[in-house]
């Protein structure tokens, strides 16, 4: 027996595979808005971000021990603007003690030392006149082999360091300086008496006295005013030479 052929029920028996065909390509498909819509998200965080701003580090406090000058003026509170006068102020009188004391220094070197009215000038001037003189070397040595040095010490290398020296001025206006100091030579040693003076009109000082004692000799005078001027001195009036 022949089937009959109906084309309805044949239909109706392939559509579940018809349907299936046409279904599965569609879920294979890679959706073209994938990276899209990732991308723009993206962005958007990283812009925030960026301009997000981070939060200010706080400074320390100023203090007279921390204070370095980085901090503006007018940013400072009344106790860190009274710590940072205190600081400059501090080192403003330390500048000056030391400006002070550096002239200080410099005004002793020179009128002890560098000055032509200096006591070590005057010292070094009466030494040469000491070795220069005849009758000196015939006491105390050659000249060259003659030292000077001023009071003794226990400290040898210190012996020449110290002049014992008097300066004053009299009431005519006078001024005296007077000093001594040793010399030692081959033969013998002695002690140099030195008394100079400058009148109110004189710019340089003059020898009165001159003389170095060595034990067991009599006095040698090398600079002695009294002989030096001789009837050219003027007499004493009233206890005083007016000229």
């Not at 406090?61 to 007018?74: C, F």
């Not at 009188?93 to 400006?99: D, F, P, T």
């Not at 004493?236 to 030479?241: D, Q």
Request: proline share 5%; charged share 25%.
């Amino acid at each position: 027996m022949t089937s009959v052929y109906r084309p309805t029920e044949a239909i109706q028996l392939l559509r579940p595979y018809i349907r299936l065909s046409h279904v599965q390509p569609s879920r294979t498909r890679v959706p073209r808005i994938a990276f899209s819509t990732s991308r723009p998200a993206y962005a958007t965080h990283s812009q925030s971000s960026s301009n997000s701003t981070p939060n200010p580090i706080p400074r320390r406090q100023v203090t007279i021990a921390n204070d370095d000058g980085r901090v503006h003026w007018s940013d400072l509170s009344v106790g860190e603007k009274a710590a940072r006068t205190t600081q400059q102020s501090f080192n403003l009188m330390i500048v000056v003690v030391g400006v002070c004391l550096t002239g200080a220094v410099g005004y002793l070197l020179f009128s002890d030392v560098f000055s032509t009215d200096s006591k070590t000038a005057h010292f070094n001037r009466a030494a040469d006149k000491i070795r220069a003189d005849k009758r000196c070397q015939e006491l105390l040595g050659e000249g060259n082999k003659i030292s000077a040095f001023g009071e003794p010490s226990w400290n040898r290398w210190a012996r020449n360091r110290h002049i014992a020296s008097t300066t004053e001025t009299d009431k005519w206006g006078t001024e005296h300086l007077k000093f001594r100091f040793f010399v030692e030579g081959p033969l013998n040693q002695g002690v140099v008496q030195v008394h100079l003076a400058r009148r109110p009109s004189q710019s340089d000082y003059e020898y009165v006295i001159l003389a170095i004692d060595v034990k067991g000799h009599q006095r040698v005078y090398i600079e002695n005013v009294e002989e030096r001027k001789g009837s050219k001195i003027a007499p004493k009036i009233f206890g005083a030479r007016w000229w």
